[in-house]
Each structure stands twice: as structure tokens, then as C-alpha cells.
């Protein structure tokens, strides 16, 4: 995913950042490696006749490759609609408006949430979350922790808020989610430069290996129940 929902940027330079950021090859290596998780991993969390908005969606591969009935992909960034077929809201994390309260089944966020400038963004897009989930509805968040990562965290310009699965965890519910599942090492940090590359079926065996994951997973996943009362 291409994180790109940050208010402390514009439109415009969301758009130079994430084109400098990933070249043709790296996106389509994104591409298959997202179409592999879903399948894999991530379809397990979505059922086919569920609506699913995909926060600060990006180039849109999860969107594309997830299975839902509606897909809603929600970005900063005006070029997130060359990327995908499914809706798109143009909007900001914390200010969906064009989404109707208790309308969604599962938000999912992918390496968004260290893009945020400070805790209080953080719990004003959690609380936008819960407002357009309906009781009941999941929210699932995918990104670096910060407890395995290390001093890489810092690579990029635009990381400002280190998390772990602790903090993360905490965060969740002072906005009112009831945690469900906390994976702590999932996948590895990026697949930016790497010298191997990415394939269906490395992704299906990593997926598979579980006891990889305690030795490769830099990234950390959550799931989150918005409570039925």
C-alpha cells in the first residue's frame, strides 16, 4: 500500500512523494504480493457480500484484490482513482462525511496509521472509524512495529507517530474498540528493494509458516470490534 492520508501534506505532494517512491516493477511486485495476501490471509476477515473501505487505500491493491460486495477506497491523494474501479472518496481520515454512519462492515489500514502527525489525529480517525462501522464491524490494521523494527522505522519522511502492539492496543480502546486478535510479528517491514522477487507462491508458503513470522515479521496485526452497544 502507498499510505498517503496525512493532513500535514498536499494533495500534490502526496502524489510526487509516492511517485518517486515506488518505480513500475516495485508496484507491480506490490500488486502480486497483495493479491497473494488476500487470498491467503486476508479474505478470511471479509465476506463477499460485506462492504469494505479500504483507509488511506493508496495505489489501491488491497482494494483491488480484496472480495467484498462494495469497496470504498479512501485517500488524500486525487491520483487514487487511476488505481482502482471501486469507489473512491477523496477525504481526509478523520472527516469521511461522504460516508453514512454505521454503513460499512470492515476498515482496513494498511501502514497509514505511523503517517500520522501525533496521537490525537490517531484517536480522531479511530473515532471517524467507529462512527461509519456498524455495530459489530472490524477494523483491521496492518502496519510497522515499532518494537521489531528498530531505527528503520525513521527511512521514510513522512513516519511521525512509533507504535508497538501494546500502545496500539491502548489506543484502540480509548476509542471504544473492544481488540480481538493482536499479532505482534506478521509480515516483513517492506518489499521496497528487495533482492527477491515477489512471488505467489513465497507469499503462500510464508503465510503458511508460522514460526517465520517470529524471526521475518516487522509488522504488526490487529483486529478491532466496534461493540454492538
Known sequence: ???????DFSGDELAQLYDNRFDAAELEGKRILW???CRGFFDRYVGPEETVLDLAAG???????????RKI????????KKFTDAEVVIAPSDDMAAIGDNSVDVVFTSNFFEHMPDKRALLSTLEEC??????GGRLLVL????RFVGQRYWDYFDHHLPLTHHSLVEGLELARFAPREVIPRFLPYTVKDSPV?????????????RPAWRFLGKQMFVVAEKPAA
Open 1 to 7: 500500500m502507498a499510505p498517503s492520508n496525512e493532513r
Open 35 to 37: 493479491e497473494a495476501l
Open 59 to 69: 495505489t489501491c491493491e488491497f482494494t483491488n484484490a480484496i472480495r467484498a460486495k
Open 73 to 80: 477506497a479512501v485517500d488524500l491523494n486525487p491520483d487514487t
Open 130 to 135: 467507529r462512527r461509519v462501522l456498524r455495530p
Open 143 to 146: 502496519m510497522p512495529n515499532l
Open 197 to 209: 522477487k515477489v512471488r505467489p507462491s513465497f507469499v503462500r508458503t510464508y503465510l503458511r509458516l
